[in-house]
């Protein structure tokens, strides 16, 4: 088993930033990609960015040149730097961690999953 805990969201006006993380504890030895994830409010949870073991990184189209997916696998942990936030950015904000031998955007590829932070861009 692995768990997720997700820290860093917020409150923040448009054209700010903010840095989410989140530690991985358990079996982390088994984990193949870890990615972030969002759900605005009645809308669907979407893949924001994804990074496997070498470092490969996958963004979905509109956070592109604007976040930043990273890891820290002496400290087993993920970050999301998020700058030049837009009110559309809002939601809640979910790492996932995946065991399979593949990285996507696709939550349902996605094992374990954190409780979600709360970030809210104002106008």
């Known amino acids: 088993q692995v768990q997720v805990v997700e820290s860093g969201g917020g409150s923040v006006q448009a054209g700010g930033s903010l840095r989410l993380s989140c530690a991985a504890t358990?079996?982390?030895?088994?984990?193949?990609?870890m990615g972030w994830f969002r759900q605005a409010p009645g809308k669907e949870r979407e893949g924001v960015a994804t990074?496997?073991?070498?470092?490969?990184?996958t963004y979905t189209e509109s956070v592109k040149g604007r976040f930043t997916i990273s890891q820290d696998n002496a400290k087993n942990t993920l970050y999301l730097q998020m700058n030049s936030l837009k009110p559309e950015d809002t939601g809640i904000y979910y790492c996932?961690?995946?065991?399979?031998?593949?990285?996507?955007?696709?939550?349902?590829?996605?094992?374990?999953w954190g409780q979600g932070t709360q970030v809210t861009v104002s106008s």
């Open positions: 358990g079996d982390t030895w088994n984990i193949y990609c």
């Open positions: 990074i496997d073991q070498d470092d490969y990184t």
């Open positions: 996932a961690a995946s065991r399979w031998s593949y990285c996507t955007l696709r939550p349902t590829d996605f094992t374990y």
